[in-house]
Nanobody, 114 residues
Framework: VQLVESGGGSVQPGGSLRLACKAS????????ARWYRQAPGKQLEMVAQ????????YYVDSVRGRFTISRDNANSTMYLQMDNLQTEDTAVYFC????????WGQGTQVTVSS
């Protein structure tokens, strides 16, 4: 099983980034897809989630209205569109696929700085 992330980088406040996470070795459409982040000195935090059958989404309050999670089951890929990024969004972002067990990506750095 492998989850490979891409799309991190550096951006100024107010900018946008789109993260992608491609899964292999699992039947991705069965899995709940999640994005987490860990900022320096802080605990791991679940940022967004998208379910399988009804494609329901969940966002932590701090990103609701700015981030959008989506999935493309045909290509076994999940996405996190991040708009109006703020300095407090700086963190390492991890994707995760959950079905009784969780599989994790390697993490990608997102830095928001002026």
């Amino acid at each position: 099983v492998q989850l490979v992330e891409s799309g991190g980088g550096s951006v100024q406040p107010g900018g946008s980034l789109r993260l992608a996470c491609k899964a292999s070795g699992i039947s991705f459409s069965w899995y709940v897809a999640r994005w987490y982040r860990q900022a320096p000195g802080k605990q791991l935090e679940m940022v967004a989630q998208i379910t399988t059958l009804y494609v329901e989404t969940y966002y932590v309050d701090s990103v609701r209205g700015r981030f959008t999670i989506s999935r493309d089951n045909a290509n076994s890929t999940m996405y996190l569109q991040m708009d109006n990024l703020q300095t407090e969004d700086t963190a390492v972002y991890f994707c995760s696929a959950y079905l009784y067990v969780s599989y994790w990506g390697q993490g990608t750095q997102v830095t928001v700085s002026s």
